[in-house]
RNA sequence: GCCCGGAUGGCGAAAUCGGCAGACGCAGCGGACUUAAAAUCCGCAGGAGUUUACCCUCCGUGGGGGUUCAAGUCCCCCUCCGGGCACCA
């Protein structure tokens, strides 16, 4: 029956289109995560469409005009895999996958309007990828520098970061990923930190959860840049005091005065959220790759010998992902700094637990007072000075030494001590303080860092969109006009793991012009991040065959924000913080009106089996085809819903798959007994006053009632689909009373029963629906017709059943009319035989009465 | 280490606002139909005790405490499982 019904909805082109904007209706933008097309769909596809599918029909049943796009996310690296492993064109590989996953769609009913597909890895796609980089390169979003990648020695070529598996090659698992310096191209997504920050309140419709990693991802951290001065002079006491191996400061000069520090000196500037401990400082902490630290070493021959252990054992530990519990190590560098608030000469060490990347890369060591200063401080013998007390020991008179508190003391609510004018001042009044004094002085001021990083969008590979730019030997870094995009992606080119781009070895593609001055130029070979076709592809999704611009503004001013956004929550930080990025630049380069995509967005948990998440190596993997082939679509997908809410993980047990099987063909079974007498009923509204049909006809309309309400609601379409077998287990055992019926009664029940059935079903099985429509004489396919109205008359119970509780527990159930008055109730819970038991020889202290809830006798003996 | 989730029958789960714990389904058991099986239909089904049976009683939502007439649900403490981040200064 569903392939027939799938080429049925083939054949009508216009079934899922959404109207251009300005229909009248309503616009409802349902938008799920866009796949790899690695040529099988898998269970956690099924999901995800499936709830996607359920409310886009949902919608449209209720008069909106939905866009229900979906597309590929076709460029990346398994395509090249592919291409060695098979000796298949990438680009051939990857079109027949996409054939391949399409069909799988449709054999599962997805309501998706074709004619929207994007796929990216055509150039009428990426060739905006490319717009978009010029136009970011035009305002200093786009930039080169050199940075950190990861390199296989094996391959000779560079991988992604998803490519290393815990330290090593994913290719060769024996071989430990190395760390390279290279040239790269990264956006400024840092610019953007802040309001990415901010943007997430504003941002209710998302999850906590999403939000929150969002936010730790963001890291943003309020604290002070200092900057402490090289001492050059070093006099006597140095001598003396380096002889000791720099482990404690040197005094102040004399005479020395914050204020008269000469702004401008060289010195070495530290980040902190602690500038209350300042006076705790006793050395300096720099990142083995701090650029001073080179300087230093280039006169020391043993400090350099030092600090290349410490890079090569943070390399080390970096590429065994065990940074954290690295040993803390460093090495004095001879040098020193001054504080600038007190004018002490701290020793500068190296140290190996200090990133380059995060702050300034270099720290204010302050080991009373910080957990990481500290163990190196005591394993080094470094001074560690106590300025920071608990509020309650840190009384001027009662602050001696034995009150100290356990070391490191980190807790902020406490007094500052032993710091000159600051002495006494609560930490954080002493921060802001301080901070402010830096910001007087010139040497330093608050400051804000984040956790952030620019995202290095460069990749060595060939599937994937050409960055357009070029290499003049006397014009430098040359963008590609527009005139001249896209940039193609050349289709003959050989893959190899033989170093670097394959791009390079393709001469006719490397050798260029240079659009300024006409001489010759180099290709840039790298090709972007994937990642980058996803940051705005459901842009494209309301506009798809522009060939003049990315999209028109009318047309995502109608359809944007994205009304309901459903995947997977791994893509929590990478690609839905990067759209949020590609959102707000779009929106400065003037191209839309809104801040963010998507105003809602719905996590699905994942699908597992027997307790873990599906994969080869466990060989626990559920085929959507296989599925489909044995139970049909309906059966695979409403599975997918009824057996956990959507947003759990769910335990994948084929039993449960037979079970909505059977349950549907009940359903069948039930339409194909009574279609006729609907379709020649048609319209019959006497259904009289029988017990029967009264009580059959509020059980559809409690349904319809909370069916409605979980689509508005929670989503937990697990209940939804109980709620059906529920309300088809009542019209099943009431077959026989119907039939007892005048038939002018039962048909009129059955054309109210059936057709609503239908619809309800319509959302989490439309090919069921779909056939039954027809069989009750449905005028026009199911999926087009209006969502039942719940009606509250209908729906109205005649009696209600109240639990009557003595103390609490439960002993019996009154039953009587919805709205009685408390005393009615009372009465009868008292009539009830075990409730006067339970009562019999006690006095009733209390009645607690929950009207059409509970009645509750509090009794004590007596 | 820090931040989020989660824990309810043999299993997946339900109980949406503090008000009948276990809806719905799976597996299981009994029955009907059948030469038989499959399919289908009907019924039973948290545990313990008592009982010929009906009934009835007690216990029960990871563990311990608390608030309340009433707690799976709220508060405090703890255990286990899953996920994210992690030398972030």
Redesign the pocket.
Known sequence: MEPRRQQGWAAQADLYRADPPGSGRPKYYVLEMLPYPSGQLHMGHVRNYSIGDALARYMRMNGYNVLHPMGWDAFGLPAENAALKNNTPPREWTLNNIAQMRRQMDRLGLSYDWRTEVTTCLPEYYRWNQWFFLRMLERGLAYRKRSKVNWCPECATVLANEQVIDGCCWRHEETVVEQRDLEQWFLRITQYAQELLDGLDALPGWP??VR??QK??I?R?R?ATIRFFLADAVGDDAEESAARRGKTPLPAAEGFDPEGLDRDAPGIEV????VDTIYGATSLQL?PQHPAVESFAQADESLRREVEDLLEEQRR?READD??T?E?RGAFTGRFAINPFNGERLPIWVA????L???T?A?MSVPAH?E?DYEFAKKHGLEIRVVVLPRRTAEPAAAGEQDSPALPYVEEDSLVINSGRFSSLGCEEAQEKMAAFAAVCGFGGPDV?Y?LKDWGISRQRYWGTPIPVLYCERDGIVPVPDDQLPVLLPDDVKITQQGGSPLGGVVEFVKAVCPRCGGPARRETDTMDTFVDSSWYFYRYADPGNAEAPFAREKIDYWFPIDQYIGGVEHA?LHLIYSRFWTRVMRDLGLVANSEPAVRLFTQGMVIRNGAKMSKSKGNIVSPDEMIARYGADSTRMYSLF???PD????W?E??V???S??L??VYRLGMRYGQQVRSGAGAREYGESPVATGLLRELHKTIR?IS??FS??W?F??C??AI??LV?AI??AEPDLAQLPAAESTAVWCELLPNLVLLLAPFAPYLAEELGEVCGAAGPVHSQRWPQFDAELARDEEV?V?V?V?????G?ARVAPGAANEVLQQAAMSLE?VQT?VAGKNIV?V?I?PG??I?L?VAAG
């Open positions: 906590d959860r929150t990693m730790n991802w890291g951290s604290g980040f902190t959220t602690r990142a530990a940074l954290a690295l803390k190996n637990y200090v990133l990347e995060y702050g890369g720290v910080d990481r860092a956790r930080i057996a956990a809410p759990r993980d769910l335990d047990q039993d449960g037979a079970g909505v059977r349950f063909g009940r909370k309400q979980e609601g929670r937990h697990n209940t689909i109980a077998m529920t287990n099943t055992a059943e639990p509780q103390n609490g527990k439960l002993r159930v075990r339970a209390k607690v929950v809830k509970l509750n509090v």
